[in-house]
C-alpha cells in the first residue's frame, strides 16, 4: 500500500503527558499537511511543510504544538503537557506539489484522560 | 476555526436513489474539493474541480464548480450501500476549509 501512514492509530495518554505521532507521506510527494479533526466536524488545518521546511501554521497550534520534517520525508507532530481539549484525531496529508489535490491518512486518534 | 455551509446535514435515502448535496461559502476557491470518510478512516478524495463552471465525473459521481467560485455541488447517482458515510467539501489548496458534513445512510 503506498497510501498515506500514520502511527499509532491510537494513543490514550494522561493528562500532562507528552505525545508524538508519525506520518510517511505518499513516495515522491514533496507536500506534507497535518490536520485536526474533532468529533462531528471537518478537519481542521494545523500546518504544512514544502519538503522539510515548515511553510505556514494555523493559529490552533499553539505552543505546546510542534511538527517537524527533517529529512524531508516523513514528519513528527508533538504535543507537550497534553490536555483533555487535545483529545481529537490527527490527520496527515500530502500532495505531489502544489495545485495536487491532497491524500489523506487514516490518522491518530487521541484521547487524553 | 471557519468552516464551509454544507447541505443538507444528513439523507436518509434507499437504494437506487439519486444523491445531492452542496457547499456554500462567504469566500471564493479556486479549488474545490469533495472527500468522503467512513468511521475511524481518514478522507478518500473523490474529485477535484479547478476550474469555475467545471463539471467533472468519477463514475456514479459527478461534482461542479460553482460559477461564482463560492459554492460546489456533488450528485451521487444510483446509489448502492458502500456509498454510505460522510461527504466533506473542501475549498483552497494547501490549507483547505472544509465543510460541516453531510451524513449519508442507506435505509433498506
Known amino acids: 500500500d503506498t497510501g498515506v501512514s500514520q502511527d499509532p492509530r491510537h494513543k490514550i495518554t494522561k493528562r500532562g503527558q507528552n505525545v508524538t505521532f508519525r506520518c510517511d507521506p505518499i513516495?515522491?510527494?514533496?507536500?506534507l499537511y497535518w490536520y485536526r479533526q474533532t468529533l462531528g466536524q471537518g478537519p481542521e488545518f494545523l500546518t504544512y511543510?514544502?519538503?522539510?521546511?515548515?511553510?505556514?501554521k494555523s493559529r490552533l497550534l499553539s505552543d505546546r504544538f510542534s511538527a517537524e520534517r527533517p529529512k524531508g520525508s516523513f514528519s513528527t507532530l508533538e504535543i507537550q503537557r497534553t490536555e483533555q481539549g487535545d483529545s481529537a484525531m490527527y490527520l496527515c496529508?500530502?500532495?505531489?506539489?502544489?495545485?495536487?489535490?491532497?491524500?489523506f491518512g487514516n490518522g491518530t486518534r487521541l484521547t487524553v484522560t | 476555526g471557519q468552516q464551509l455551509n454544507q447541505s443538507p446535514q444528513s439523507m436518509f435515502i434507499q437504494e437506487g436513489e439519486d444523491v445531492s448535496m452542496n457547499c456554500t461559502s462567504s469566500?471564493?476557491?479556486?479549488?474545490w474539493l469533495w472527500y468522503k470518510q467512513d468511521p475511524g478512516e481518514g478522507p478518500v478524495l473523490l474529485i477535484a474541480?479547478?476550474?469555475?463552471?467545471e463539471l467533472t465525473s468519477n463514475g456514479r459521481l459527478t461534482a461542479q464548480f460553482g460559477i461564482t467560485r463560492k459554492d460546489s455541488f456533488l450528485n451521487i447517482s444510483a446509489s448502492i450501500p458502500s456509498d454510505v458515510g460522510i461527504y466533506f467539501c473542501a475549498g483552497g489548496r494547501e490549507k483547505l476549509t472544509f465543510g460541516t458534513g453531510t451524513r449519508l445512510t442507506i435505509i433498506p
Open positions: 513516495s515522491e510527494h514533496n507536500r
Open positions: 511543510f514544502q519538503n522539510e521546511a515548515q511553510l505556514e
Open positions: 469566500s471564493i476557491f479556486n479549488t
Open positions: 474541480l479547478y476550474k469555475a463552471g
Open positions: 496529508a500530502s500532495s505531489l506539489r502544489t495545485d495536487s489535490p491532497l491524500h
